[in-house]
Every structure is written in structure tokens, then in C-alpha cells.
T-cell receptor
């Protein structure tokens, strides 16, 4: 079974530029998550989708970050404009569904973003 | 706001020794996850603990959950070099029924096993 795919793997941009990340979850997984992991810290949930609807985006800085999952499969996360403090690894994860399952989240390899 | 604290944050241990990593959290929850992260890699699921008293073991690792104490432990038995990695606990704030899956992670424990 293929895992969670992300691209690009690395990105270097200057502050105030825009950047977009792409994620393809495991086939059949209804729930998709974007996390931000700053060096030396644990991942922080930015947004959670169930199919193509947003379940939680309370920690997403909406003045500069946006995310969509239009057809309930792939997702993109965009930052516009980027700030120095956005330098981090952006992880995408997916899980089968939200519910009373003994289910974990499966993480992709991440996109390493450096903002100069 | 849910807070998740791990300790120690750094752990250097010799091969063959035993040690325990602790994960404390600040709100009622009966869903806790342990993940492993190797340098430059993504997170790998180790354990899912879904009830008070849950205990799971895989190889040299054993995880347990005490929801009344709001504490989970990850015990390492007879450590080997291959266990060197960063270990994260993550808590789902749901206390019953369906999980929210909106996980809050600890800062991680960086484990180095020295030959």
C-alpha cells in the first residue's frame, strides 16, 4: 500500500514570497491533516479535513495560510506571504475516518521550508 | 488549552540498560499515541492506547496509559543502538466515544543509545 505522498520535499524562498505544498493521502483515507513542525518541537496541527470539509482549523494563521481539499482526495497548503518564522517542516497525515476506531494517523515524508 | 509534557527531553543511555520516558497531559483524555521519528524522517506510529490501564508491547518497547494520573509511560528494555530516535507522545482531547483526532504533541524525547 502506498503511503502519504508530499511534494516538494524541500523549498527555499525569500520572505514575503508565496509557496504551496501538495499532499496525496493514502487511498481511501477520508481524513487529512496538515501539521507544522518547527525544529526541536513536536508537530502542531494546522488543519483537519474530513473528505472535502474542514473539521478544525483553529490553529491555522488564516491571514497568511490557506488550505483546500476540493475533491476530497489531494490537498494543498499555501502560505502567502511567507515570514521567517514559517521555516519548518510541513507534514501531511491521513487516517481512515473519524470515529470509534483504533486508528492512527499515517504521516508523509514532509516538506522542509526555509524562509530567508 | 491542552498541554503535553514529556520528560526527559534528552536521554543518553548505554546499550543493555532499561529506562522510562514519561508523558504527562493536562486534560481528561483516554486516547494517547506514541510515535517515533528518525533524523530527517517522518513520524512512524508505535502505539495507540485507548483506555485506562491499556498496555501495549512491541519488541523492547512497552507503553502504558493511566488516565486518572493523566500519565503515559514508554519503557525501554535492554536498549539497542537501533532504538536511537526521537519519541513523541500525542494526546487526543476527546474523553469518550469517538475521537477528534486533533492531536496535541509533546516536544519529544531524543534518545541516544550508546554502544
Amino acid at each position: 500500500e502506498a503511503g502519504v505522498a508530499q511534494s516538494p520535499r524541500y523549498k527555499i524562498i525569500e520572505k514575503r514570497q508565496s509557496v504551496a505544498f501538495w499532499c496525496n493521502p493514502i487511498s481511501g483515507h477520508a481524513t487529512l491533516y496538515w501539521y507544522q513542525q518547527i525544529l526541536g518541537q513536536g508537530p502542531k496541527l494546522l488543519i483537519q479535513f474530513q473528505n472535502n470539509g474542514v473539521v478544525d482549523d483553529s490553529q491555522l494563521p488564516k491571514d497568511r495560510f490557506s488550505a483546500e481539499r476540493l475533491k476530497g482526495v489531494d490537498s494543498t497548503l499555501k502560505i502567502q506571504p511567507a515570514k521567517l518564522e514559517d521555516s519548518a517542516v510541513y507534514l501531511c497525515a491521513s487516517s481512515l475516518d473519524i470515529g470509534e476506531y483504533q486508528e492512527t494517523q499515517y504521516f508523509g515524508p514532509g516538506t522542509r521550508l526555509l524562509v530567508l | 488549552e491542552l498541554k503535553v509534557e514529556q520528560n526527559p527531553l534528552f536521554l543518553s543511555m548505554q546499550e543493555g540498560k532499561n529506562y522510562t520516558i514519561y508523558c504527562n497531559y493536562s486534560t481528561t483524555s483516554d486516547r494517547l499515541y506514541w510515535y517515533r521519528q528518525d533524523p530527517g524522517k517522518s513520524l512512524e506510529s508505535l502505539f495507540v492506547l485507548l483506555s485506562n490501564g491499556a498496555v501495549k508491547q512491541e519488541g523492547r518497547l512497552m507503553a502504558s496509559l493511566d488516565t486518572k494520573a493523566r500519565l503515559s509511560t514508554l519503557h525501554i528494555t535492554a536498549a539497542v543502538h537501533d532504538l536511537s530516535a526521537t519519541y513523541f507522545c500525542a494526546v487526543d482531547p476527546s474523553s469518550s466515544g469517538a475521537g477528534s483526532y486533533q492531536l496535541t504533541f509533546g516536544k519529544g524525547t531524543k534518545l541516544s543509545v550508546i554502544p
